[in-house]
């Protein structure tokens, strides 16, 4: 049989960690990122370039657009856009003279039209010339189609009579003078059922207050009677004839 080693507990310690291993390596790197906002590019070129802020290598948006370009020159040396000219595509001609207008002749004395007499030859007095007849119908009238006052008629049109603007009527019939006077039917019959609530209210309330009465009067009477117990007040002692006539208010 074999033997049994002996069961024990080994060295009981904390283990040295070295510095390399507590310090743990740093993997961003220490150059700057090259997302940087450099701004807008200049480049460095003698002479100007045209360019724009928005769409910049859309070459259409130069042409469409070009109130969206501007310059850029660093000023050293002058700069220009040549003619884009392609041999053989021209069209050569000569230009049209001008047209010269012949000069416009003066008409004779004997020609000239007739002068039209001034005003103040037409009128020596120097006043002017004003209408004196109002016009038919005046601005503040009545509009054709509106109603009278009366809501009697409408007005059907003016017309001038010996000088004097007369109004045209045209009259009403019976329903319809009684309908311009008398309210809507919304209006009849909400105030009529105000008129029956307000009736039907007036007619009931006074046996319910003749009720009431009767059931709070014997209460208030105990409750006024005890107060004056409490407080040490003689209570009055009524007689026969005060007890059946309170009896007999209590029946009605």
């Not at 074999?2 to 904390?14: A, D, S």
């Not at 809501?151 to 045209?168: F, L, M, N, P, S």
């Not at 019959?189 to 039907?200: E, G, Q």
Request: with cysteine; hydrophobic share 35%.
């Amino acid at each position: 049989m074999p033997e049994i080693p002996e069961i024990g507990v080994g060295r009981i310690g904390v283990p040295e960690i070295p510095t390399w291993r507590g310090i743990p390596p740093q993997s961003i790197p220490s150059e700057p990122p090259v997302t940087l906002m450099l701004g807008f590019p200049l480049v460095d070129m003698p002479g100007c370039v045209e360019t724009r802020n928005s769409q910049p290598g859309n070459l259409d948006a130069y042409t469409n657009d070009s109130r969206g370009n501007f310059t850029v020159c660093d000023g050293s040396m002058p700069s220009f856009n040549a003619m884009d000219i392609t041999p053989g595509t021209l069209t050569y001609g000569s230009a049209k003279p001008p047209v010269i207008e012949p000069p416009k002749e003066k008409p004779a004395a004997s020609q000239q039209p007739a002068k039209s007499p001034s005003q103040s030859a037409s009128n020596p007095t120097g006043i002017p010339n004003v209408d004196t007849e109002l016009p038919c119908p005046p601005p503040d009238a009545i509009p054709i189609g509106a109603k009278n006052k009366l809501q009697t008629a409408v007005i059907t049109g003016y017309v001038r009579i010996d000088g004097e603007c007369k109004t045209q009527f045209k009259s009403l019939d019976i329903p319809t003078i009684l309908g311009n006077h008398l309210p809507g039917s919304p209006v009849v019959v909400t105030t009529a059922t105000i008129a029956v609530v307000a009736t039907t209210a007036a007619v009931l309330a006074k046996p319910l207050g003749d009720i009431l009465l009767k059931v709070i009067k014997p209460a208030v009477k105990k409750t006024i009677k005890k107060i004056k117990e409490k407080t040490g007040k003689a209570t009055p002692i009524e007689s026969a004839w005060q007890r059946r006539k309170y009896q007999r208010s209590l029946k009605k």
